[in-house]
């Protein structure tokens, strides 16, 4: 066993690394804090998360979060288990390792990152009767086992809460470019359940392919250009309406296009997202609200494409420039610890690791109480009768869902069924400032 202190700015806890090995799983890390109560008490929690390849970032940055919450909380005997999961681990895997965490006595896994492996976590939570807290952003209703807790944003929300603004400001005629994969087939269908929902207008659509470079066809099926005709056109004239070859090959002009909606809702990754909205200008189709998903919420991205993104309406988890004195905390604090600003990813760990240590806390409570009464407060026989394995695990479940209300630095979340929801912040992007169009708290 290999033992090593972590040492943070005013340290409240002591930190242990301590080694588990997995057949076909990476070593992993387990952090212990400083045991005050004992350890018949101890909370065991397990994070299977990419911490290894590409997404090793990613994972970084959420436990980053993880730990400074609980650095700066303690006072709980909490365990956490690091555990390497390729993101390419598939059910064998993951099936192998709540194996594992049912052996160990884990009382909850935080994990997937990511929505692909989320079902096998849903599958395993259910047979091992393990509690699983995801971050992950995207979340099917086929996968909300009853062990599964829900933190992450959702596509879902983001959408709701863009077209729910629309209504409010009275955008209510709208077009979406979507890509035709089934990302873009799942949000095409959000947008239409929420269009209806509050009476926005949904006048056409129009999906393009992965290897689509050229968007003017998806333009042309959704704004009027103006045609130049047969007539004999003048250099000057050329010159005046900015025709090109290539515009003459369409036989349209760069001349304002009639245009039927009032926002356009513009739908993929960050390299189609840079060819739409320079394309958009450059065949002069402007003068609307643009509405993006919280991939526009990119320092990067508006850097080099703000200038097309003018009244660009758009949604994000957090918002570390917010005046918010609970997020100015986190700001500083994750700031002094780790020698930079922290991004949606560590504010969804140090909220998860909140809600890991109010669970605690109700679990230890309810361990105190229940050693003088008949019955435990979840209506199970006293403690002393049970097997301690399985009360640990029911009680911590039952521990989370104690968690009612939750106000961390993504905002107040309310526990409804199994997922924390919370409203998101909306931003407009205007004159190379970002403007606080709603706010999560």
Not at 63 to 69: E, K, T, V
Not at 212 to 230: L, P, Q
Not at 239 to 247: D, K, R, S, V, W
């Amino acid at each position: 066993m290999l033992k090593a202190k972590i040492h943070f700015a005013n340290t409240a806890i002591i930190l242990i690394l301590t080694f588990f090995l997995f057949p076909s799983l990476s070593i992993g890390k387990t952090i212990v804090s400083k045991n005050i109560i004992s350890k018949n008490n101890t909370v065991r929690v397990a994070l299977a998360l990419p911490t290894t390849g590409r997404f090793a970032f990613f994972t970084k940055q959420f436990i980053n979060g993880l730990l400074l919450s609980l650095n700066k909380k303690g006072g709980l005997n909490i365990k956490y288990s690091i555990i390497n999961l390729p993101i390419s681990a598939g059910s064998k895997s993951v099936g192998y390792i709540f194996d594992s965490f049912s052996k160990k006595k884990i009382n909850a896994v935080i994990g997937p990152l990511f929505e692909g492996q989320l079902k096998y976590f849903g599958e395993n939570s259910a047979k091992f009767k393990i509690p699983v807290i995801t971050p992950s952003p995207v979340i099917s209703e086929k996968d909300l086992y009853p062990f599964v807790f829900s933190y992450g944003m959702t596509l879902k929300q983001e959408i709701r809460t863009e077209m729910k603004y629309a209504a409010y400001a009275g955008i209510r005629s709208i077009s979406v470019i979507y890509p035709d994969s089934g990302y873009g087939l799942k949000i095409i269908s959000y947008i239409n359940l929420f269009s209806k929902k509050y009476g926005v207008n949904i006048l056409n659509t129009t999906k393009y392919s992965n290897k689509t470079v050229d968007f003017f066809y998806n333009f042309n099926s959704i704004v009027k250009f103006n045609n130049v005709g047969n007539t004999h056109v003048s250099k000057a004239e050329k010159a005046q309406l900015g025709i090109t070859p290539y515009n003459l090959m369409h036989g349209i002009t760069k001349s304002k296009p009639e245009i039927p909606f009032k926002g356009l809702f513009v739908i993929g990754n960050p390299s189609k997202l840079e060819l739409i909205l320079t394309q958009l200008a450059y065949y002069n189709v402007t003068g609307f609200h643009i509405f993006g998903l919280s991939s526009f919420d990119s320092r990067s991205f508006i850097e080099k494409y703000g200038f097309y993104m003018q009244d660009a309406i758009f949604p994000d988890g957090f918002f570390k420039h917010d005046d918010n004195k609970t997020v100015k905390k986190f700001n500083s604090d994750y700031k002094d610890t780790y020698g930079e600003m922290p991004n949606i990813l560590s504010a969804e760990g140090y909220d998860i690791g909140g809600i890991i240590i109010n669970a605690a806390r109700h679990m230890h409570f309810s361990i105190l109480t229940s050693t003088a009464a008949s019955k435990s407060p979840y209506g199970y026989p006293n403690l002393n009768g049970w097997q301690p394995k399985k009360i640990k695990v029911m009680q911590f479940y039952r521990a989370i869902l104690k968690v009612k209300t939750f106000k961390g630095v993504c905002g107040i979340s309310k526990l409804t069924g199994n997922m924390f929801k919370k409203p998101l912040y909306l931003f407009k992007y205007k004159n190379n400032k970002i403007y606080i169009l709603e706010s999560p708290f």
